[in-house]
């Protein structure tokens, strides 16, 4: 059994360096598995695996939330929304990298995508930049950083994934994501303000902006504040599914671009192309999953790999360290769902095994994935933002980068010696366990 763990790794590993997309790896490596190592033919049931996912109720709502971000995305809202954060933040040290981080996490909510984020706030935020002294790496850097927070705080497809591949509470995710998505957003911003306290012209001092500027700025807000109430609160007050709260979620960012005079075809159709082709390539690689699950459990690789680990003797605090060092080290070279897709089933009966909280380690997990996309060499946002500045070298983006890399591995560390963090609004909203 030792030798099928080593020899799946490395036809993965194999598949994944030729080049071979994820889902192609994933479905590859299962039937490469059941020819094997198997005594059926394991191909036979490979039409029921692809139809279970792509019918499930909870899934249908990662193409609804991925609507909903497309359609708030192109509804022309995010320049005004940057501009009223702006107005309230510009006088900290740090003046706009603050609101870079608080755009990130404000649009990233609803928007449920990291690289989406990025994207967008790049796009409304590099050309301000150009005209202003600032620290050109501290830019690029808010601006990736910023962005892994679209799939920490709820709505997020990342843990609609986890909650289906998990058998955990989608609602009891969302809840646990609000307290450390809260504080990692402060850390960001602790992070800007102390190093452009020390050295003042890593960014200039903006002009002071009257309080009835920002006060009439704050409409601005009121799009993407409702629509997080409407989805959220139907959700934890029980009006609503996590998959119902999509539908309804689309249903008012629809209402609210045509009341801001922000739909057309041409709008609705490009958000609905956008959708099929997300949606696509998530389902795809969820299907291949499913199918490289049911081989790897017929197998008994998941049971041994937990026997293995017990019978190791080392401590639950250990084991999660390891677990913990093995994805920081996964991210610096896997895409993040394909990442998460195919070390859960492997990984989860461990934990799970060890007595650890499965929403703990979900929010865990989410924020494992974030720091894959800002570590080098092939973090996705680093990309995002090199070619929305289309200029200079990507090295600029991933220094800039380090150091919110290290400030969520501090986070990390937080939420594994203190994990009520994460446990305690759940618990408090749907009681304890």
Known sequence: MGTLLWVALGLLLLLMGLGTHVAASMGILGLLLGVIY???PVWNVIAQIAWNPSTDFVLVAVPLFILLGDIFLRSGQTQYMYTAIAHWLNRLPGGLLHTNIVACAIFGAPCGSSVATAATIGTVAIPAFRTRRYDERMVFGSLAAGGTLGILLPPSINMIVYGVLTDTSIGRLYMGGWI????????????IWIRCKLRPELAELEPAVSWGTRLRGLPHL????????VVILSIEFGLATPTESAALGVVVT???????GRVNFRMIREASESTLRTTSMVMLIVMAAYFLNFVITSLGLPRFVVKWVLGLGVSKTATMIAI???????????ETLSMMITTIPIIFPVVNALGFDRVWFGVLLVILIEAALISPPVGMNFYVIQGIRRRGKIEDVIAGCIPFLGVMIVAIALLTIFPELVTWLPNVVYGTR
Do not use: N
Request: net charge neutral; glycine share 8%; proline share 5%.
């Open 222 to 229: 009121l799009p993407v504040t409702i629509i997080l109430l």
């Open 254 to 260: 629809l209402g609210l671009s045509l009341f801001y």
């Open 180 to 191: 450390p998505g809260i504080i990692l957003t402060l850390m960001f911003m602790a992070l």
């Open 38 to 40: 198997s005594d059926r």
């Open 324 to 334: 913990i060092i093995l994805y920081l080290i996964l991210g610096c070279f896997l």
